[in-house]
């Protein structure tokens, strides 16, 4: 299984940016894909989940209107965007895909069972 992130850097406060997350090695059913984010000294938290059923869930209440998942639903496994517009200074992270292959689900970090190595978004004032 391979979860490779992409799109990060650096924008404005306002700006936009979209992160893709390439997958290979697995079969998209019965699982989920998440983006996550973790700022320095704080916990990983969900940012949106998209199950395989193409369910879509939005974790965090500060990016709700602003933050959007999308597929392009390629089989077997496909590449995962995370649209973010209207970007903060508190969106600033460290932003992982996770895939989690039991429930269709993301339950937390702690639930994800393969994780990319990340990609760094900052977010000027």
């Known amino acids: 299984v391979q979860l490779v992130e992409s799109g990060g850097g650096l924008v404005e406060a306002g700006g936009s940016l979209r992160l893709s997350c390439a997958t290979s090695?697995?079969?998209?059913?019965?699982?989920?894909i998440g983006w996550f984010r973790q700022a320095p000294g704080k916990n990983r938290e969900l940012v949106a989940c998209l199950g395989s059923n193409g369910a879509m869930t939005t974790g965090a209440e500060s990016v709700k209107g602003r933050f959007t998942i999308s597929s392009d639903n390629s089989k077997p496994s496909p590449t995962v965007f995370l649209q973010m517009d209207n970007l903060k200074p508190e969106d600033s992270a460290t932003y992982y895909c996770g895939l989690e292959t039991q429930y269709a689900i993301c339950d937390g970090a702690g639930g994800m069972d393969y994780w990319g190595e990340g990609v760094l978004v900052t977010v000027s004032s």
């Open positions: 090695g697995f079969f998209f059913e019965d699982s989920a």
